[in-house]
Every structure is written in structure tokens, then in C-alpha cells.
């Protein structure tokens, strides 16, 4: 793969219009907008553009609108876990003939109680032996009810079409593991925007944000004052970062995220139902915490 694995991208949403249909335009507009910023590229179809509630062909319509909107020296990183490696590998494929450089795959979690080590391990071996595009382990134990240990991620990295995680834990000290025991050119991305900072610190190769769907320059400029050693700088950022990060992933989900998108003038539409919208003092305080942060 060319485009080296690094740096922020937004999990990006799919905009639904009022009801509830795929808006098409307002995700290209969304990512002609993102062009424009430091963004290293975009993850399609993951957790945050609800990709579970999508169907094929609308999976397929935003990965070949990603490939068409995205500025040339983008990553397009696709969403492709399934619960069966069968899936996974076809939805995997599919994302290669689209033209996405890369794949993110969450462990299947359904049967989780049969989910042992070997047996992922085995599901992961399986889809980078079939997948022609690298791909990441993606663990999301909030979502999936499993917790990969850094010694299973470390023995899946051994594996040459296993580029990268992204590690939604938030846990520092399991990341911290999972950086000192896996390849130096194995890409670990945080996907947890409180930890950014001190991700960055112990050698994360960047960070797969929710919060960059809002305020990707704050997220950029993070990075970017710590690869510049200006660690104060970077400190500060992650510490105005915290209170917004939280409001749009645990506190009000993807409804949350998608409001704060549109105060700062991007175009998300609605969410899916069963999800919702936050209610009005809930969007009050997403919009106090974007002013404060000089939006």
C-alpha cells in the first residue's frame, strides 16, 4: 500500500436525510470540506456511519463515493468486519474492487462466548490470507462485549496483511503493552479522542477520532504539535479536547456527534432509529462546550 498508515482520520457519518434515506451528496460535500484540512483520510462504514444499520448497496454507494470525493492523497480505510469470516472476506473484497486502501475489522462478537483467542486469531489469519487489501484489527470491547489482550493482537501482527489496530479501548496501560510487544511498523491508532495525547506519547501512529468529524484542524493540530516536540502545546489541546470527545461518543452517541457536526456548519442529517437525536438541553450543551472551543 502506498499512503502510509498515520495520522487522524474521522470515522465519518452517513448522512440520512429526514427520512431516514442516504444523502449522498451531503457525505461528498462533508469530505470536499475535510479535503481541505490535514486529515490523513477517512474510515467509511464504521461504527460512527452506523454501518450496521446499512445495507449492501449502501455500503457499496459510500465506499465508491468516498473514492470519488476524497482528495487523491487521502486513505480510504474501509469498514468491513462481518460476523463470519465468509462475510468478511466478501465485504473486504468488495471494498478492494471500490478502491479503498485498507480495512478495518471488528472481532465477530454475536457467539462471544465462543469467541476464544485462538479461535479470532484464527478469523483474523483467514481474512488477511483472502483480503487483497491490509488490514486492522479493530477492538471495540464497549461494542462487542470482547477485549483483545495485547499478546493476541502481538501474535496477529506477525501476520504480513495485518497492518494496524485501531484500539477503542481506552485503555492506556493494555496500549501501552500492545505498542512495546508488536512490529515497529505495525500501525496502532487510538480511537479514543480523551486519550489521544497520551496515545501519541507511548508511540501511537495516530488516532481514529469521532471528534475529527467536528473539529478535525484541533485534532490535527494535536498531532502535529507533538511530532514538532511542543509537548505543552499538544498537552493543552487533549485537555480541551476531553469534554467535546466524550459529549459526542459516550454521552449522546452518534446523535450527539451528528449535531455538533451541524453547528459547525457540515451537513450529517439524522440518525437511524432506534438512535436519536439529542433533545434540546442536550444540544445546548454540545453547542456551550463548540463555543468555548472557538467555534
Known amino acids: 500500500m502506498q499512503k502510509k498508515l498515520q495520522g487522524v482520520l ?13 444523502d449522498l451528496a451531503a457525505f461528498k460535500a462533508n469530505l470536499a470540506r475535510w479535503n481541505r484540512t490535514g486529515l490523513s483520510g477517512y474510515l467509511v462504514v464504521g461504527s460512527n456511519g452506523e454501518s450496521v444499520f446499512l445495507s449492501e448497496k449502501e455500503r457499496d454507494q459510500l465506499l465508491a463515493a468516498s473514492r470519488e470525493a476524497a482528495a487523491p492523497d487521502k486513505i480510504i480505510m474501509a469498514g468491513t468486519g462481518a460476523e463470519s469470516t465468509r462475510a468478511t472476506i466478501q465485504q ?6 471500490l478502491g479503498a486502501d485498507c480495512a478495518l475489522v471488528i472481532t465477530p462478537h454475536y457467539f462471544k462466548g465462543q469467541m ?3 479461535r479470532l486469531a484464527d478469523h483474523y489469519r483467514r481474512v488477511a490470507d483472502d483480503s487483497p487489501l ?13 477485549n483483545l489482550a495485547a499478546e493476541a493482537v502481538a501474535r496477529m501482527a506477525e501476520h504480513p496483511n495485518v497492518a494496524g489496530i485501531k484500539d477503542s479501548s481506552g485503555n492506556i496501560a ?3 503493552e500492545l505498542l512495546r510487544l508488536c512490529p515497529k511498523d505495525f500501525a496502532v491508532f487510538v480511537g479514543n479522542a480523551a486519550v489521544f495525547f497520551p496515545a501519541l506519547c507511548l ?10 468529524n467536528v473539529i478535525p484542524e484541533r485534532c ?6 507533538f511530532q514538532a516536540g511542543d509537548l505543552t502545546q499538544a498537552r493543552d489541546l487533549q485537555w480541551r479536547l ?17 449535531a455538533a457536526m451541524a453547528m459547525n456548519g457540515y451537513q450529517p442529517g439524522v440518525v437511524r432509529s432506534p438512535l436519536a437525536m439529542p433533545d434540546e438541553a442536550a444540544g445546548s450543551a454540545i453547542k456551550e462546550e463548540l463555543r468555548r472551543l472557538g467555534y
Open 10 to 22: 474521522p470515522p465519518v457519518v452517513t448522512p440520512f436525510d429526514h427520512n431516514e434515506d442516504l
Open 92 to 97: 473486504t473484497r468488495r471494498a478492494a474492487e
Open 116 to 118: 476464544t483467542p485462538a
Open 134 to 146: 491490509p488490514i486492522l484489527v479493530y477492538n471495540f470491547p464497549q461494542a462487542t462485549g470482547l
Open 174 to 176: 493494555q496500549l501501552s
Open 203 to 212: 508511540g501511537a501512529a495516530g488516532g481514529i477520532l469521532a471528534a475529527a
Open 220 to 225: 490535527v493540530e494535536l498531532q502535529q504539535a
Open 242 to 258: 476531553v469534554s467535546l470527545a466524550v459529549m459526542v461518543t459516550v454521552t449522546h452517541g452518534v446523535g450527539g456527534l451528528k
